[in-house]
Structures are given as C-alpha cells and as structure tokens.
C-alpha cells in the first residue's frame, strides 16, 4: 500500500529542537541489574526506554528515534535483529540516515560498550517503495542491553505518524516531544486508557510532550486480529497551513495570498467531496452503460437484487482480485478493464459504477477495519482511521452492505474483520 500523501505547499521557519533527554550510554544501575519486568514476569525482553523528538525543518518533519532493550531470556535474542521500516517510493517521501548501535555486556562487573559496524547495518528494498534498514547485534547474550538511534525525514506533512508508546514487548518508559510551527494547525488524535488518564504530559511555547511508564506488552493473541486498535499512541493530521502565496498551494484552493491560512481535511464534507474527485478521476464515476465494457455481462433483465448479484459474480469470477485492500484505487477504471485484474478496492469501485450505471442508488462506505489501530471511529475527520471500502447500495427497497474483497465469498458475505461500528 502507497503512503498516503498529499502535498502542501508552505513557508516554515527554523525550528530548534531540545536535545534528546535520553542519551546513548546514559544506563543506570537499576538497568543493568534488572533481570525481569516485575508487573509482567516471564517477558523475554523490556524497553527499558524509548523516546521520540520531532521537528519541522526544511519543508520537511524530522524525527529522531532513540531505543534501549534489554535481552531477558533466550527466546528475547530475537529482539537483537532489528528491522526499521519507511517509504521511500519515487520521490524520496522518507529517508532514514544517521543510525547507531552499540551492544552492552556486563563484563567482570563492569559495562562494556561495542560499536556496531556498518557491516552490520543494511539497507533492503521491499517492494511497493518501502525500504528497511536492518541492526544486528551479533554477540546479543541474555543480559546484554542493546541501544540504537536514527533519524527519519518525511515529506508527508499532511499526516503525521507521531509515536507509539505500546510495543510487543513491556516498556518501562516511553516519551514523545513534538514542535509545532504557527504556520501548521494539526488536530491531535490520541489512543489509549493510559494516554489519557495516566501520561505525564506538557506544552511549553509550541512544544508538546508525553511521557508514559510500566506499559504492558501488547501483542497478537490467538482469535484476536484487532489487537493493534487498543494500542497507546499519538497521530496528527493537519486541519490548516498558511500559505506562502503564489499559484502552486497542494491543490485546496486557487492562489491563496500570501498568510492566508487554507482549510485541509477539517470538514467530514470536504474529505468526502476529496476522496469522490480522487474516485471520479479515475472515472470509477460513470453515467454511461459501464456494462457494455463487460461484454459478457447482461443485466437487461431481473430485478434490483438480481443485477446486483449477477455482477458481483461476474467482478469475482472474471477478475484476478490482487493487491492490498486499500480506499485508494491503484489504477483507472480503463487500465481495471483491460488488465482484467486489480486490487479489493479496485473492484468494489467497479461494482459501484455498474450498479450506478443501472440507476441503482449506492455509495462507497469507509471502513476502518478490525485491527487497523481503531478501536472507536474517531470523531474527527480523520483520514487515517480508514483503510477499505465497501459498497452501500439499495436493492429493491433494502439497503444492502457488499465487499468484495474475498475471491470466494459469496454475495452478501462481509468480511468479518469489516464488522465494525460505524463508517464514512
């Protein structure tokens, strides 16, 4: 899936960012002597800190990474191959630089620190645009504290990744330090029982932080896929910017003058209205017979359901259904029709052209789906919070949900993982 970007074009001043309040090497007693995590014993291996200060320099946000972990176990040695994950795509959206790691033994009583080499350290393609940077610590021993930092500067100024707090294994601390510019407004959208109620936080002149201690791990358990929307964490995504004048200005509006601030994603109309022109660019927006392209499908006859249903069969039989599930198309409609394959969010954008084609009323729904990160549908046009897209349509006096990401399912059928409370 493509990192959803959208671009804005404005003026940001020099912002300065406080040094990072964790340093590498700074380790305590109380660290090194530690050998398990005492409200959650049996863990293999315990963040014992974490921290993440973020910055607007250069038409860009940049974010310095800073981790301490500690092996417990053997089966913690794991947690000693460290993969860095982000989206380089074909602009260069984020690039990662800066990375060091170093490896601590307690050796006759004492730390002992070991740099580690670049020759333990790569750079992997992945596919889709996104890009690894791999950490081995090859000498990782049960006790051995293991400490890495980098830096990561994203073009994508729209949506903020911000921080998680909460990871597969327990942390004893975690903090994340932002530093907004007057020229951004971002809505602030936070997750989490302890986030709320039992996170340290502070704002001092434009700087927002928060610190949470002794969090549990939170990883995949068996049947429960939705894990992840129960997660401590902090997202942004920008409501407004002031503009720097001239013609160029992402799109949102015709030539702003210059300080003038433009709306972005802060209307749940406005980012409806912007994924329908992304939908109807693509031409999945059709007024004409969208059939007759399909030329083995005939729906002169039968009623609202009946067409609805031959359709779908036809979409699910005669297409190769590949791809992520995604609210973005990954094609046009002409490219889908000749290609004859493309991916769950292609398709189910086809189906809705047909049905309309057919004077059916219907309507793209926007999912957030189980185990995408949400737990309740945020309150907020908050992009983010979806990932799929299913189809509402009326048949024959009866409103009908249709998915058709399943190459097996049969009409009607809805993932169960889509079964969620609300959409858009």
């Not at 000693?80 to 800066?98: H, K, P, V």
């Not at 009946?306 to 979409?315: G, S």
């Not at 729904?365 to 908050?382: A, D, N, T, W």
């Not at 979806?386 to 009409?411: R, V, Y």
Request: charge should be negative.
């Amino acid at each position: 899936m493509n990192k959803l970007f959208l671009a804005v074009v404005i003026l940001l001043s020099y912002s300065a960012v406080s040094a990072q309040s964790i340093k590498m090497g700074d380790i305590n007693e109380n660290e090194l002597a530690l050998t398990e995590v005492s409200y959650e014993p049996g863990a293999s291996a315990v963040i014992l800190a974490a921290s993440g200060d973020s910055r607007f320099y250069g038409g860009m946000l940049e974010t310095i990474y800073f981790y301490r972990i500690k092996i417990l176990s053997e089966a913690g040695k794991e947690y000693a191959d460290i993969r860095l994950r982000y989206y380089r795509g074909d602009s260069g959206t984020e690039n990662l630089s800066g990375v060091k790691a170093q490896l601590v033994n307690v050796v006759d009583g004492k730390p002992t620190e070991t740099k580690i080499g670049k020759e333990h350290i790569h750079d992997v393609e992945i596919g889709d645009g996104y890009w690894e940077t791999r950490i081995s610590f090859p000498d990782a021993q049960v006790g051995s504290i293991l400490e890495y930092t980098y830096k990561i500067g994203d073009k994508n100024l729209t949506f903020l990744d911000g921080w998680s707090f909460q990871r597969s294994i327990p942390t004893l601390y975690s903090k994340y330090q932002i530093i907004m510019v007057p020229q951004l407004e971002y809505k602030m959208i936070g997750q989490g029982y302890n986030f709320f109620h039992n996170s340290q936080k502070s704002v001092n002149n434009g700087t927002y932080a928060w610190e949470l201690r002794n969090l549990y791990s939170l990883k995949e358990e068996p049947y429960m896929k939705n894990y992840r929307d129960y997660q401590e964490r902090v997202e942004f995504q920008l409501s407004r910017y002031q503009s720097s004048g001239g013609s160029s200005n992402g799109g949102y509006s015709a030539g702003p003058a210059a300080g003038e601030y433009v709306d972005v994603l802060n209307t749940w109309e406005k980012l409806g209205n912007d994924l329908i022109e992304v939908y109807a660019n693509k031409g999945f927006y059709r007024t004409g017979a969208l059939e007759r392209e399909l030329f083995a499908l005939d729906l002169s006859q039968g009623t609202e359901r009946q067409k609805a249903e031959r359709a779908y069969y036809y979409l699910r039989d005669n297409f190769v259904n590949e791809g992520e599930d995604w609210i973005y198309p990954s094609q046009s409609l002409n490219q889908l029709l000749k290609a004859k394959k493309g991916s769950p969010g292609d398709l189910i954008l086809a189906y809705m052209g047909i049905l309309k084609s057919q004077g059916i009323t219907c309507d793209p729904v926007l999912i957030g789906s189980k185990g995408y990160g949400r737990s309740e549908l945020v309150m907020f046009p908050f992009l983010n919070q979806f990932d799929e897209i299913l189809i509402l349509a009326e048949l024959d006096g009866k409103q009908q949900f249709i998915d058709l990401s399943d190459p097996m399912a049969p009409f009607g059928y809805v993932d169960i993982d889509k079964h969620v409370r609300g959409g858009l």
